[in-house]
């Protein structure tokens, strides 16, 4: 097997990481503090290929593979994961679906724009009682012949009020169940759109997060993405990749906070030496490193899988199960090596032991992917 990256990766990997160190870095403690959205930094991240890395150039795209996608969200999520978790969103999840499912005229449409930054999208699953569960939409869209009537409400929708527009998924016919459901392209301007208020965040504060209502919101026909029922497949594949993308901001996460860390102990000193040179602290460092190469081979691994076109499924699942939790294991650590500078702000490590956590909570908990990987095992 060869692990070495090609030299357009190391470009990538490069450009990625001199962004998030001159741009993203400075101001990120008071975006965080603040709930500051980073509209600038975000439409200069558009402007560089980074919102849409995966999309084909004839669509506005930087035509990259997923492993280019990977490399980018660990350095963007080195320094600031609400910039990645847009970045994040706007590649796996909606650029992804719509070229991949959508229709020529919603890619003219909605596909260009979105992959240069111009427009920002999101992808509206969750509910206030179905969570992440695709089979349980209340969400309904009701078919009048040339459009849709759209009535629900949706939660914990990243990009809430600085998308264009929304992939929504929505129940049409309630007795084919699972059969019935569509995913149907909103767009902000459509009257009977509500965005709810601003939730009040543990970490990722400097993203948007809200809850949307529908009141009889009237969306065309020609806005389904594909047949009349595909929504909840359109759903399940969209979010296999989306795993990745989480798994990838988790990897970053982890590596932010560790080379913190580590740097941090070989400046500090205590007991006559740097705090590296005592077991306790180079044996934390040690299993740092450890499991971040490892989640760094789980991403790699789901990204060259979904680059040759295998099923991630698996993949994907244990990259996200996994990264996640080496983040915030990674994350406390960190904070400890810090000791009482680890609780203070300006060391950045308490931030990412923040935002480490939604990473094991979106795109399906931690106990998610453990069903979707129980499951393929088990039918092997």
């Not at 399940?236 to 932010?256: D, E, V």
């Not at 913190?260 to 040690?286: D, M, P, V, W």
């Not at 081979?297 to 295998?310: G, T």
């Not at 939790?325 to 702000?345: F, L, R």
């Amino acid at each position: 097997m060869d692990f070495k990256l090609t030299e357009e990766h190391l470009m990538i990997q490069k450009a990625a990481r001199d962004f998030a160190q001159a741009e993203l870095l400075p101001g990120v403690i008071e975006r965080d503090e603040k709930q500051i959205f980073p509209t600038e930094q975000i439409k200069k991240m558009g402007e560089l290929g980074f919102l849409g890395m995966m999309v084909d150039p004839k669509y506005g795209g930087s035509g990259l593979d997923t492993i280019s996608y990977v490399l980018a969200m660990e350095e963007i999520s080195k320094v600031d994961a609400s910039a990645s978790v847009v970045m994040s969103v706007n590649n796996s999840l909606v650029c992804w679906g719509l070229q991949t499912f959508g229709s020529e005229e919603q890619k003219e449409k909605y596909l260009s724009r979105l992959a240069t930054g111009e427009i920002i999208g999101a992808f509206c699953l969750s509910e206030p009682e179905a969570g992440s569960d695709a089979t349980s939409q209340r969400t309904t869209a009701i078919d009048m012949g040339d459009h849709y009537i759209v009535n629900g409400t949706k939660n914990w929708i990243t990009n809430g009020s600085t998308a264009d527009f929304y992939i929504v998924i929505a129940q049409t016919d309630v007795d084919k169940k699972h059969r019935g459901i569509n995913a149907l392209i909103l767009e902000k301007t459509m009257p009977g759109f509500e965005i709810g208020p601003k939730e009040q965040k543990l970490g990722i504060r400097g993203s948007d997060t809200h809850s949307l209502m529908f009141t009889d919101v009237k969306v065309p026909k020609e806005n389904r993405i594909g047949e009349d029922g595909f929504g909840f497949k359109f759903a399940m594949k969209t979010l296999a990749g989306g795993r990745i993308g989480i798994a990838s901001q988790a990897l970053g996460i982890a590596s932010g906070a560790y080379e913190l860390a580590l740097k941090y102990s070989k400046e500090r000193k205590a007991f006559g030496t740097e705090i590296c040179n005592h077991q306790a602290i180079a044996f934390k460092l040690a299993d740092m490193a450890v499991n971040i190469e490892a989640a760094r081979h789980l991403c790699m691994k789901a990204a060259w899988d979904k680059d040759n076109h295998n099923n991630y499924d698996l993949s994907g699942a244990m990259a996200k199960l996994f990264a996640s939790q080496v983040a915030m294991d990674t994350a406390v650590e960190a904070v400890q090596i810090h000791g009482g500078n680890g609780y203070v702000k300006e060391y950045h490590v308490e931030r990412f032991m923040r935002d480490a956590k939604i990473t094991q909570i979106y795109e399906g908990t931690s106990e998610i992917q453990k069903i979707v990987i129980s499951r393929s095992i088990i039918s092997q």
